[in-house]
């Protein structure tokens, strides 16, 4: 089958601080017929993930940057709709990693087949995939969570964070969210069952606040944002308390390098640890996070939200929306 309109989002230039529409282009590449071995696939879904930023900087760090003039990748879901490979039938759904882009030609070794499995396929670029796995390690193995633990957690409403809340929950914790409006507070309380919210662009104070809602202390911080908030956390922290350093949303658009702390010197004090951690090290441990997770989310002990943009084109925009709180949940693109 030879595809003539298959449209990809290419990274036109580097972005100086916030992302800009200017920075991708979206572009038509026909796509030739397959060969021997090879399958054709069609994406349904893909993913939009603040870690892309990083990957638009041309410097060394745990993943390759993106290069210019070429299509960018990430998480994705498709189906195969031509196949010469046994191992891949026509119609079967598989994960991987060539999204951005409408159509593609894999040899099959870049593809994981998704599990049969109740649950819409999109949950595996959200709770059942990266998302989902990262608050369960960071939370789990990183924090070292325990039974009656009081848990901060900011980006509270996010993919990551609206699971670190949940998982805290249901193990027994008091559990305090920060966000950045109301109506996600809201969600966080009423449809989460957490504890306490910050809105945090409401914030004079947010070591006040943070004291405030967190009358007993924090003993584990799920840090996804940086800055204020690991200020804030770091007064509230108690004695012998563990953050799990998972992202810094606060710093990623920066253009000069970011102040620290100032009361870094706390960590001595209150005797914490901190450890920052990558997900994909931990990846041996999916098949036990996928089987708890997807039973948990069967049996409604976990609830899960996407914020879903329309067609290849609108992912730009989702992705620019991660820095501006525009999603609750996970950001998706839907494609098709
Ligand atoms: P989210 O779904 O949480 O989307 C980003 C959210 O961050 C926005 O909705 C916004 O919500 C909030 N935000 C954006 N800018 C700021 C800011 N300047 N200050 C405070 N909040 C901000 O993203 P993910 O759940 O996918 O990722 C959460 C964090 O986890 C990120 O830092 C990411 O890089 C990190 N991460 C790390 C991994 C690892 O292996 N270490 C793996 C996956 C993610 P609001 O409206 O509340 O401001």
Redesign the pocket.
């Known amino acids: 089958m030879h595809i003539e309109k298959n449209q990809e989002i290419h990274l036109l230039n580097r972005p100086e601080g916030m992302p800009l529409p200017e920075n991708f282009e979206l572009v038509t590449v026909p796509v030739n017929e397959i060969g021997e071995g090879e399958v054709l696939v069609k994406n349904n879904w893909m993913s939009v993930?603040?870690?892309m930023r990083g990957r638009m900087i041309d410097r060394e760090s745990y993943i390759a940057p993106f290069a210019l003039g070429k299509v960018l990748d990430g998480g994705a879901i498709g189906e195969v709709i031509e196949s010469n490979n046994p191992a891949f039938s026509v119609g079967s759904k598989v994960a991987h990693m060539s999204g951005w882009r409408e159509y593609f030609i894999s040899d099959g070794k870049d593809l994981q087949p998704l599990p049969a499995s109740p649950i819409p396929e999109q949950a595996f670029l959200g709770v059942l995939g990266?998302?989902g796995m990262?608050a369960y390690t960071?939370l789990l193995t990183i924090g070292e969570l325990k039974k009656g633990d009081n848990v901060f957690v900011?980006?509270?409403?996010?993919?990551?964070?609206s699971i670190v809340c949940q998982i805290a929950k249901l193990k027994g914790c008091y559990v305090v969210g920060?966000?950045?409006?109301d109506v996600?507070a809201e969600y966080l309380k009423h449809e989460l069952g957490v504890d306490a919210v910050i809105n945090?662009?409401e914030s004079q104070d947010l070591t006040a606040d943070l004291a405030k809602a967190c009358p007993n202390g924090i003993d584990v911080y799920f840090e996804?944002?940086g800055?204020a908030?690991l200020e804030a956390a770091l007064n509230v922290m108690n004695d012998h308390g563990r953050i799990a350093v998972?992202?810094?949303?606060?710093q990623?658009n920066a253009t000069e390098p970011v102040p620290g702390p100032t009361n870094l010197g706390q960590i001595i004090v209150k005797k914490l640890k901190l450890q920052?951690?990558?997900?994909?090290e931990h990846w041996d441990n999916y098949p036990t996070f996928v089987q708890q997770m997807g039973q948990w989310i069967q049996e409604g002990t976990i609830s899960y939200k996407e914020t879903v943009y329309q067609g290849i084109e609108s992912a730009p925009e989702a992705f620019i929306g991660?820095?501006?709180?525009?999603?609750?949940?996970?950001?998706l693109v839907k494609l098709g």
């Not at 920060?178 to 409006?181: A, E, L, T």
């Not at 998972?246 to 606060?250: K, R």
């Open positions: 993930d603040p870690y990266m998302p990262t960071g900011s980006a509270a409403s996010g993919a990551v964070g920060s966000v950045g409006s996600k945090y662009k996804n944002v800055g908030h998972c992202g810094m949303i606060d990623y920052g951690f990558i997900v994909f991660l820095f501006t709180g525009k999603n609750t949940g996970k950001m």
